[in-house]
C-alpha cells in the first residue's frame, strides 16, 4: 500500500502551510473491538496475532483469509489498521458531533476488505467502520468512491439498506480487478436502487470523466439528498498510475472533490488507491489545498524529499499517457440515462426515527489525547506535525529506487 505516500503527502501539506488552515491530530487507534463492528472476530483475531515471524503457524488460515499474496503479512500489520481506521472513525465522530464541516484522512479508504478476509491491499475496511459511526447521527450517508477499482467492499457492506447510497466510477472489465461493479448491480431488498455503479472503459480524460461525474451526482444529491458525504479519493485514475489506465489530470481528479465541498454537506474525505507515488502526494495535496480554500503555487516548494519531483518540480506536471479514451460518447449516454432513470424511481428520501442514538464508539474521554484543548493549542499541533517521516524506511526504502529518484 506504499504509506511512504502518505509521508510524502504529509510533507507537502506542512510545506505549503496547509495545516494553518486546519487541525491536525494524531489519529485515534482503532481497537479490535472498533474493527469487529463491521469484520469477524476470527478474522481480526488473526491479524492481530499474524507476523512475519510466526507466518509458518496459520497456514491454513492464511488462505481463509486471502492474506499472504495481494495482502502481504508485515511487521506491524496490525498497528498500521489500528491507525488509518482510528483516523477514519475521529473524522466520522468529529462530523457527528460538529467540531468540524470536513474531515480528512489520507491514509484511509481501503474499500476492498471484506467482512472476512482481506483483499486488494486492503486488510480493515475503515470506510465501512466509520460509516457505521455516521449513521448513529445521519439517517442518508452517500459514498463516493472515484479510485480506479471499484468500490466493491463498501458496497457489498450496504448493499441491502436504503440507509447508504454507494456510488462508484471506475474501470470495468476485461478482468479488471475486482471484476465487480456493472451498472446491473443496483442493491437488492431494501437497498435496491442505492447502490450506484458507473462502469468506464480506459483511458477516460477530464473532460468525459468530469461531465457523467457531474451528472451522476447532480441527480444523486436531487433524489437521495444526504445529510452526510463520504468521498474516498483513490489516486490510481489519475494519468501515469502504476497500476491504472485512466488519464486523469490532477485538476480534474481535484475537481471531483471540489464539486462535493460545494454542495456544503459534512464530508470525510479519505484517500485510497494510487501507486505512482510522486503523483499521489501532488493530487491529495491539491486535494487539501481545494479543501481550505487555498490558492497555492504550482512550483513545490523545497522540502526533504523535492528530488521526488523531478525534473519540473511542479504541482501539476503533464500526467496524461498516450492511452486512447475508450469512453465513446453514446456508451456515456447509455450509463447516464440508466442512472438516471434508476434514481427517478427511488422512492422519496428515506428517513429513519432516529430514537436511542447508541454511544459514540469511542469513549472521547478515555483517550487522552482526544482533549479538545490541548489539540487546538497551536503549538503542540505544530509539535505534533512536524515529527513526520515515521512511515520511511531511510536506506531500506526500495521505493526509492523504484519509483522515487530514477522512474520520472
Ligand atoms: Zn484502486
Known sequence: MKPHRIALTHCLVMHYGLHKKMQIYKPYRASSHDMCRFHSEDYIEFLQR????????????????????????????FDFCSMYTGASLEGAIKLNNKHCDIAVNWSGGLHHAKKF???????VNDIVIAILELLKYHPRVLYIDIDIHHGDGVQEAFY???????????????????????MYEIGAESGRLYSVNVPLKEGIDDQTYLSIYQ??????MEFYQPTCVVL???????????????????????ECVKIMKDYNVPLLVM???????????RCWTYETSVLVDEQISDEIPYNEYI???????NLHPDISTKQENLNTKQYLDSIRLSVHENLRNLPSSPSVQMQDIPPDLLSLEN???????????????????DAANEFYDGERDNDKDADGLLDV
Open 50 to 77: 499474524v507476523s512475519p515471524h510466526n507466518v509458518q503457524n496459520f497456514t491454513k488460515q492464511l488462505g481463509i483469509f486471502n492474506v499472504g499474496d495481494d495482502c502481504p503479512v508485515f511487521d506491524g500489520l
Open 117 to 123: 478476509e482481506a483483499s486488494g491491499f486492503c486488510y
Open 160 to 182: 441491502l439498506t436504503d440507509r447508504v447510497m454507494t456510488v462508484s466510477f471506475h474501470k470495468y472489465g476485461n478482468h479488471f480487478f475486482p471484476g465487480t461493479g456493472d
Open 215 to 220: 451528472q451522476v451526482i447532480k441527480s444523486v
Open 232 to 254: 474516498q479519493c483513490g489516486a490510481d485514475s489519475l494519468g501515469s498510475d502504476r497500476l491504472g489506465c485512466f488519464n486523469l489530470s490532477i485538476k480534474g481528479h481535484g
Open 271 to 281: 484517500g485510497g488507491g494510487g501507486y505512482t507515488k510522486r503523483n499521489v502526494a
Open 307 to 313: 528530488q521526488y519531483f523531478a525534473p519540473d518540480f
Open 367 to 385: 483517550t487522552e489525547e482526544l482533549d479538545p484543548d490541548i489539540r487546538n493549542h497551536q503549538d503542540e499541533n505544530d509539535k505534533r506535525v
